[in-house]
């Protein structure tokens, strides 16, 4: 009997490959005559381009062709804007995109303005050295608030201020709960994220085939098929002209999802002009001026509550910084809006945002993507409110839990899907009471932290909840097919930057026909193998292609039944698929191999039955109506050096709740990584602009990027809260790890430093900005 | 992110180096490690023409024991050759002490410890621990032969007393005196960064206790090491007791004026300067006593 592969924890079928610099990625892409791009890129945040001198560079030996705005003709256009905004009560938008060089004006370090082709990078990026561009330098608007004042220079003029976006949803009436309150908290908040940091830049290889009229992209992207598309329509291409492979890609986190960067119309463009393929390999630098980043909000935001801690009512009015342009829409400050009210009944919810255009690098989501922010303000709120009560803060938490029977459970505001934020099902209190029996809350509290800090030590705890809005719609397909030879192919359109699909997907199509796992071959990120799909974002993958390919793998089931039932001379309902043979229950001496049924179902003469298909294989895709939430809590105790504030985290736990796990072990290690990138946004990262605009920190010896000293051993628990909105129950893992970490942080240096009266109102932190915090230390 | 366009020479003798840089001056760099000369030069913040690579010239590499119980490292021995150095342990603890500071191991593989020294950032480890011991410099060119003593050779930030046809060929440690310990610490954001402080302590007991000679070094403090003799002055003498050494890490301050960065303001980094003199102060004297 073929063991059940969903739920254990396989090893995944890539990582040998991986792990032995065996798999593709862009830059192993070498096409014989390939040229090689550079950027000449704005140094200036905010300037007029007044004069491009390219002479030296065109005359340079190796260098075939050198382009501007001006030379790009009809083909340079503002990139489409990828989410519009949702209908929610009160939206102003201003779309606002770029072209994919600068034009008259540049509005971001790193903006690229002219597009060097040369022999090798090397050439190229000499002959853009010698580009000399004139600019007329424009005050940068750099801060958030100051971005509003009169006398604010504009990032796009044509707007009349820097208001981007400015969006009011409600929920009930804040107004009249907070005139019963018995007490209302208010603060300022800011929550500043950095930059994605994938262990591979973007990178894109063209090659236009004028014979066979044909172009092959190779893109470290997130969303393989929708660039497909796009390309093929600004080329006047048929999408079957136009093939987009996302081979392996080393990490994406958002930032690969955006489109289009204008290096990725680019080099097909040049690739069909110069008729020759083309690659680009974003570097490091470029990748911290030029890939997407995610950055700061300031809050204002207020609690109200009765004295039994019950919360009334909350307001949040904030400020989001989006950057030069919004090409993203609002997906970033929507999810905070809506992933702020947590697992906590909010009876009246007032929720107001202005999306700032900044002379800075564009905004789009990354992991999280505006949940963190959402749940600092939130869990921050809880934290002062207890302690003016005099509550213990996971009680207040706990009391306000939105409970087990009241799913599902409708917060009324309009989420990033554009539909009402529903909470599908969820079950809080176990989550919390698993995560305080793990992190050993009550025995730290009473016994180990008052004997640590009678011994002068400085250590404190903390536990955080959290709500993850994840697999959201609209579609994903996935073909499934039993080849003659008896294995299987599984092809799916999403791209693939980690999350083990080839393990995942190949566990579910196991279980349905009953193949193993060794058998099982899948093929995602290539719109030459599935030409339907939207993409991997939002903590999807597994929620919606996953239940796709489990439709089809059934699908293909009932397909080997009913052939094995005419086959076997059995009924239907007495055949079972074990180990890649269909075989009548209870004797096994009666079975036929599904290699058979596949050579079967494909014959070379004769004729298929009117009415049936060749091929034992499936194509299905799946929709959700809505969403999944996902849920959980993060714990840590955490020690502080007295006098020089750095910190060692002495106990970390996750409990998360998924619903059930595909692969405990990619889930484990989905979760992983998201603390990893968590710790680096509460402690270590953070993009740093002065006031010109210029980013102080584009390189990994100033970006701090946690490293496996800094991150450390986590325990992770799991319940198995069921979604009713998929076949497979599942819920979405992807970001789990990285939104709630900023303010656990907070909790626990509180409670660490707890003499000092500290109140942290900020991410990330630092030793030096702890230290100010604490002694009051810059005069 | 690549380098411009340089002229790459690999002599195999140390005449044959000293000849290029005679030859070449200003326009040439001598690759040793290349673990800041690399990246400086694929961000093109360092454009030289001329490439010196002196990796080949293995009479560089080697850790000598002196007859007066003092070491002799040349230029080109990797720093990971020093940190796993018995001898080096030995005789300059203070040094062994230090190297796992330096970077990470894959740096330390290549990078070497004449090649740090040459370099004389100001945030990097070797300089200050240099003062500290009292290193002797030895350069060559074609010229002839000097000694620079350490004090000497740190001139301010990536500037040192070397001219520019010459190059650093050994280093010349003293012997520890008796009843001496030493101590090295740094605070960093993550292992492995250029610390946001450090401090290298040397302190020497005479038989009664007290502090015979004291040598207190910085790292990251200014533009290049920063020696604080109001600390060594505030403990000469004395018996170094923790109200000293406090004392000591309070007289401290007048000598230095930090900088703020991105990582640390300036007064935060005063107030690590302050808590690294107490911490390797105290481990000094500490091992001093042993």
Wanted: charged share 20%; proline share 6%.
């Amino acid at each position: 009997m073929t063991t059940k592969s969903f739920g254990q924890r396989i090893k995944r079928n890539e990582d040998p490959q991986l792990l032995t610099g065996r798999a593709q990625f862009v830059d192993d892409v070498h096409i014989p005559g390939m040229l090689h791009v550079a950027f000449k890129r704005s140094d200036y945040a905010h300037a007029r381009i007044t004069g491009i001198d390219l002479e030296a560079a065109k005359s340079m030996p190796g260098v075939v062709a050198v382009y501007t705005a001006e030379d790009l003709g009809d083909f340079w256009q503002p990139s489409p804007l990828l989410v519009p905004p949702p209908p929610a009560e009160h939206v102003v938008f201003n779309k606002r995109t770029s072209g994919q060089l600068a034009r008259s004006k540049v509005r971001f370090v790193g903006e690229a303005i002219v597009m060097v082709v040369a022999e090798s990078r090397y050439l190229a990026e000499d002959a853009a050295e010698t580009i000399i561009v004139d600019y007329e330098p424009l005050d940068a608007v750099v801060g958030l608030e100051a971005a509003l004042t009169e006398d604010s220079a504009l990032v796009h003029e044509d707007v009349g201020s820097n208001i981007g976006a400015h969006v009011i949803q409600r929920k009930g009436d804040y107004d009249t709960a907070r005139a019963q309150a018995d007490l209302v908290i208010s603060r300022r908040l800011l929550y500043d994220r950095g930059t994605a940091a994938p262990m591979e830049t973007r990178g894109v290889v063209a090659h236009y085939d004028h014979l066979a009229r044909h172009l092959t992209v190779w893109d470290s992207t997130q969303a393989p098929i929708p660039i497909r598309n796009g390309l093929a329509a600004m080329f006047g291409l048929s999408e079957r002209q136009v093939r987009v492979i996302a081979p392996f890609v080393g990490g994406g986190f958002g930032p690969k999802v955006m489109m289009f960067y204008p290096e990725e119309t680019l080099v097909p463009w040049a690739a069909i002009k110069l008729e020759r393929p083309v690659k680009w390999i974003e570097d490091r630098l470029e990748n911290f001026y030029a890939m997407t980043h995610e950055r700061g909000q300031l809050h204002d935001s207020e609690i109200a509550l009765t004295k039994e801690g019950k919360i009334l009512g909350v307001k949040d009015v904030f400020l989001h910084d989006t950057g030069a342009y919004i090409p993203y829409g609002l997906t970033v400050p929507i999810n905070t809006q809506c992933t702020l009210l947590g697992p906590y009944v909010v009876p009246h919810y007032y929720t107001e945002f202005k999306a700032l255009f900044t002379n800075k690098t564009v905004v789009t989501p990354y992991r999280g993507a505006g949940r963190q922010h959402g749940v600092f303000v939130m869990e921050r709120l809880l934290d002062i409110a207890a302690k003016e009560l005099g509550m213990d803060p996971l009680e207040l938490r706990r009391i306000n839990f939105i409970q087990p029977e009241q799913f599902p459970w409708c917060n009324e505001i309009i989420y990033q899907d554009f539909t009402k934020l529903t909470y599908d099902s969820g079950n809080y209190e176990p989550v919390l009471d698993k995560a305080m029996r793990m992190i050993g809350w009550d025995e730290w509290r009473q016994n180990e932290q008052p004997r640590l800090r009678a011994e002068g030590r400085k250590v404190g705890i903390g536990l955080v909840m959290y709500v993850e809005g994840t697999g959201i719609g609209p579609y994903e397909g996935a073909r499934v097919q039993v080849e003659t030879t008896g294995k299987v192919t599984i092809v799916t359109g999403i791209g693939t930057q980690g999350q083990g699909h080839y393990t995942s997907f190949a566990q579910i199509a196991a279980d349905a026909l009953g193949v193993p796992m060794k058998d099982i071959y899948i093929s995602t990120g290539d719109t030459g193998q599935f030409s339907w799909g939207v993409g991997t974002f939002a903590s999807r993958g597994a929620v919606v292609a996953g239940s796709a390919v489990y439709s089809a793998a059934q699908m293909v089931r009932e397909k080997a039944l009913k052939q094995a039932a005419e086959h076997l001379e059995a009924s239907e309902a007495d055949i079972e698929l074990v180990d890649g043979f269909a075989q009548v229950r209870g004797a096994p001496g009666a079975r036929v191999p599904l290699a058979t049924l596949a050579a079967s179902a494909n014959p070379l003469r004769g004729a298929v039955r009117p009415g049936t298909e060749p091929g034992l294989e499936a194509t299905a895709y799946f929709g959700p109506q809505m969403g999944t939430t996902a849920s959980g809590a993060h714990a840590m105790i955490v020690e502080v050096d007295p006098e020089t504030y750095q910190l060692k985290i002495l106990k970390y736990v996750v409990v998360h709740d998924c619903g059930p796990l595909i692969n405990p072990l990619i889930v484990d290690g989905q979760v992983h990584g998201g603390v990893a990138q968590g710790i680096g946004n509460a402690f270590y990262e953070q993009l740093i602009y002065d006031e010109t605009g210029q980013l102080l920190n584009a390189s990994f010896m100033d970006y701090l990027l946690p490293t496996s000293t800094d991150v450390p051993r986590m325990e992770l628990g799991h319940e198995e809260t069921p979604s009713p909105l998929n076949p497979l129950g599942v819920k979405g893992a992807g970001e789990a790890g990285a939104i709630p970490v900023g303010p656990l942080f907070a909790q626990a240096l509180e409670d660490a430093l707890i003499d000092s009266g500290l109140e942290i109102l900020e991410i990330p932190l630092s030793p030096s900005r702890l230290w100010e915090l604490v002694e009051g230390g810059d005069a | 992110m690549k380098p411009a366009a340089f002229d790459y020479h690999a002599p195999t003798t140390l005449d044959e180096a000293l000849a290029l840089l005679a030859a070449y001056g200003d326009e040439a760099k001598i690759l040793a490690g290349g673990q800041s000369l690399i990246p400086a030069m694929n961000f093109r913040l360092a454009q030289p023409a001329i490439l010196v690579d002196i990796n080949p010239v293995t009479t560089l590499v080697g850790i000598h024991a002196e007859g007066d119980g003092g070491l002799r490292i040349g230029t080109m021995t990797r720093q990971r050759t020093v940190e796993h150095s018995d001898l080096v342990a030995a005789r300059a603890p203070l040094l062994a002490e230090t190297m796992p500071h330096i970077a990470h191991p894959q740096i330390r593989n290549r990078g070497t410890f004449g090649g740090s020294l040459a370099h004389a950032d100001p945030a990097s480890e070797l300089p200050a621990v240099a003062v500290a011991l009292g290193m002797t410099l030895r350069a060559q060119s074609t010229r002839g032969e000097r000694d620079i003593d350490a004090t000497d050779f740190f001139q301010g930030l990536f500037a040192t007393a070397l001219e520019p046809d010459e190059m650093l060929i050994e280093v010349l440690i003293p012997a520890l005196p008796a009843r001496t310990g030493t101590a090295f610490a740094e605070v960093a954001r993550r292992h492995g960064d250029y610390a946001m402080a450090g401090a290298a302590a040397v302190v020497t007991l005479a038989e009664d206790g007290t502090i015979a000679a004291c040598k207190l070094v910085y790292l990251s403090i200014g533009d290049a090491p920063v020696e604080s003799h109001s600390a060594a002055s505030a403990l000469l003498g004395v018996i170094p007791t923790d109200e000293a050494i406090r004392a000591a890490a309070e007289a401290m301050e007048q000598d230095i004026d930090p900088l703020g960065d991105i990582h640390a303001t300036a007064a935060y980094r005063r107030h690590l300067a302050k808590v690294l003199a107490r911490r390797t102060l105290a481990s000094a004297v500490a091992r001093a006593r042993n």
